[in-house]
Structures are given as C-alpha cells and as structure tokens.
C-alpha cells in the first residue's frame, strides 16, 4: 500500500511539473482594481467625467451618488446572514439582492448623463495619473511572449477606460492592443477609440465573473487549458479565486480584502514568489499570494 501511494504522489508531481512547464497553457484572467492598477481608477472615471460636464449641469455630486448607493448596499446587506465560512462568505458575495444594487446603481448613473459628455481629453489626463501594481509590464510581456492571452474581467464601469489605464499609465502601451477587456460600458460609443477586444459584459458580481471565464474556456482546447488562472485583490471575487474552472487561484496583495477572507476561513496562502506548489481550491485548501507581479511570473513560468 505504502508502494502504491508513493508511486500515486510521485505521478502526481511529475504532472504538475509537465504542465508548469508548458507556459502556453495557461488560460488568464485578471481583476483590474486593486489587482493590476493599485489607485482608484474606478473613482477617477468619474472625476474625469465631473470635469467635462457643463456649467449648468444638474447631476448630483459625487459624494452624495456614493451615500445613496452605500445605503441601498447597506439595506441589502442588513438583510442577509453574516458568513460563518468560506462557502457562506462566497454564497453572499453572489447574493441576488446585493447584484440587484449593482445593476441599479450603474443604470442610475448612466442614466444621469454623467458619462454622456465625457472628452477623451480629459480621461487622458486623468488616466496617466494612475498607478499600477508593480512588475506589471515585464508581467504582461512574459505572459505575452509565452502564447498566453490576457483576458482582464471587471466589475469597473468601462473597459475602454480600463484599457486607456493601461495604455496611458504603463510603460508598456504596446502590450494592451492585444489584451482583451471585459465590463459593462458606461462611456458612449466613440468617446475613445474602438477595440474590437473591448467586450461590454454585464459584469456585477465574482459569480459573472465565473460564469463568464467558464463560457471563454468552452470555446479553448483541453491542451490550452491546464492551469486556468484568476487574480484578484477583493472578496467579492472569492468564488472566481476559488471554484471551478479557476485551478490556480492568486491574490494580490496580503492585507486586502480576498485575502484576509481567505485566512478568516482557515485557507493557506503560499507565496507566488517561492514557486509553484500545485493547484488551489478546496481539494489543496490553498491559493498563492503576492504583492509584486514578478512573483506570479515566477509563479506560472520559471
């Protein structure tokens, strides 16, 4: 017996070791917020939009839209019953009721006008005063290089300005004409320019986000997918970081929100930077950590 299970974990770790080193088949998905940009680029969309609105405009401030948003959340959350594990804390982040305040919440202001007179211009300026998560562009180059296609899911409200981001406060432009972007679209068509990979997503929630990355990986070859990959800093995307079909789930940075909930839950976080340990999810009870995108290269391909 004590032969055959050794033969069993020696199997095992062979496999794991083949599939790391074939770098093309790893499938990508990466949150935005938080995740590859590390400012509020979420709040600053709006900024930039504030400063392109007429004189006369009668929108509501910003701050005020924000309260009566953090009020109907508020009454949503009051509603349900506090998580007491991590299938608890997933099954609430999904919570039909709190995507319901999302999906208001992005009609309202929609249909407020804000976006409606947004200049390129402005969302520029705004954008090249973004920060991004460091190691980002020798990241994406890698990923890149390897035959590996960047798919950047989030719940930001427009993935032509997710994409004017990464184009504007990087120092590798020339990687984002080919990764695509998936979030819904509060910009009017040809406020920036158009990417045929810029994908308008009724994104709301980590459960879309899991919908969304299983009907991507329906359309890839079995030998393209042996490790899919979702990263993300925030608990609202724990079942994306640790369901199916994600096989290597990766948080980025060790005191945000997905990962303390992680560690609330008794999950183990090993460090990208130390290598790769096998796969995450319930069977490894584990998903990695980092804090520098050049740990997660060395994660998935060296």
């Not at 917020?33 to 590390?38: E, F, P, S, Y």
Request: overall charge negative; some cysteine.
């Amino acid at each position: 017996m004590v032969f055959f299970l050794g033969l069993f974990w020696f199997a095992l770790n062979v496999a794991a070791r083949c599939i790391s080193s074939n770098p093309s088949s790893v499938q990508l998905f990466i949150d935005f917020d938080g995740t590859i940009v590390t400012s509020d680029a979420y709040t600053t969309l709006a900024t930039a939009a504030y400063a392109s609105l007429p004189s006369n405009s009668s929108v509501l401030p910003w701050d005020e839209i924000e309260q009566i948003y953090e009020q109907r959340a508020d009454a949503a959350a009051a509603a349900l019953p506090q998580p007491s594990s991590l299938a608890s804390a997933i099954a609430y982040a999904n919570d039909a009721s709190l995507r319901d305040v999302e999906v208001w919440s992005f009609n309202w202001v929609k249909g407020m006008g804000l976006f409606d007179t947004a200049e390129a211009n402005e969302l520029v300026h705004y954008a090249r005063n973004q920060t991004l998560r460091s190691g980002w562009c020798s990241f994406a180059r890698t990923a890149q290089k390897n035959g590996v296609h960047i798919n950047v899911v989030s719940l930001n409200w427009s993935p032509s300005w997710v994409r004017l981001v990464l184009q504007e406060a990087s120092s590798c432009p020339d990687v984002v004409s080919r990764i695509a972007m998936y979030s819904p679209e509060i910009l009017p068509r040809g406020t920036l320019p158009f990417s045929a990979l810029n994908h308008n997503i009724s994104l709301f929630s980590g459960g879309d986000k899991t919908t969304l990355i299983a009907g991507l990986l329906d359309k890839v070859p079995e030998e393209k997918k042996q490790k899919v990959v979702f990263i993300s800093d925030g608990d609202a995307d724990l079942q994306p970081l640790w369901d199916a079909p994600t096989n290597v789930g990766i948080v980025a940075g060790h005191e945000k929100s997905a990962a303390l909930a992680f560690r609330e839950y008794g999950v183990a976080i090993r460090e990208a930077r130390d290598g790769w340990k096998g796969f995450t999810g319930e069977g490894a009870n584990a998903v990695y950590g980092f804090e520098d995108w050049a740990e997660v290269k060395s994660l998935l391909w060296l």
